[in-house]
């Protein structure tokens, strides 16, 4: 079996210095390995690394934004599920990755919290088909 490796991209810097800081706490074991960098490295990093089956992203409700939205598309992951609690920023996140070869494949909005103007969108993204 090959190794899996999941990796966290986290905003704050405390929040990656903070698991470090307590990584034995959070070993996974086994054949996967966790490893957690800030979205600033994450940018860098991505050029030049081989493609994931599938990015997670749950950003702030500020969104992703532009760069962190072209860098994940660079990765060229076959899928992304984005998480989203603002409608508006996810929007402009998704316009992002179409225009960067992704097809949206469904939006599913969640009531999390009944009886406030407030839900949780998820969006399934898929890269688009290349055709001769």
Known sequence: ???????????RDVVVAAFH????????GGEL??????????VHDARGAAAPDLVI??????????EVATAIAAMGARRIAMVSCD???????VGILIG?????????PFDLFPHTPHIESVARLERASVTG
Do not use: C, F, K, N
């Open 100 to 108: 960067s070869g992704y097809d949206v494949e469904r939006v599913t």
């Open 87 to 93: 409608p508006g920023t996810m929007a402009r996140d």
């Open 21 to 28: 800081h307590d990584e034995e706490v959070h070993h996974v």
């Open 33 to 42: 390995r966790l490893v957690w960098q800030a979205a600033r490295r994450m």
């Open 1 to 11: 079996m090959d190794r899996l490796e999941l990796v966290a991209i986290e905003q």
């Open 57 to 66: 992203a749950d950003p702030p409700r500020s969104g992703l934004g532009r």
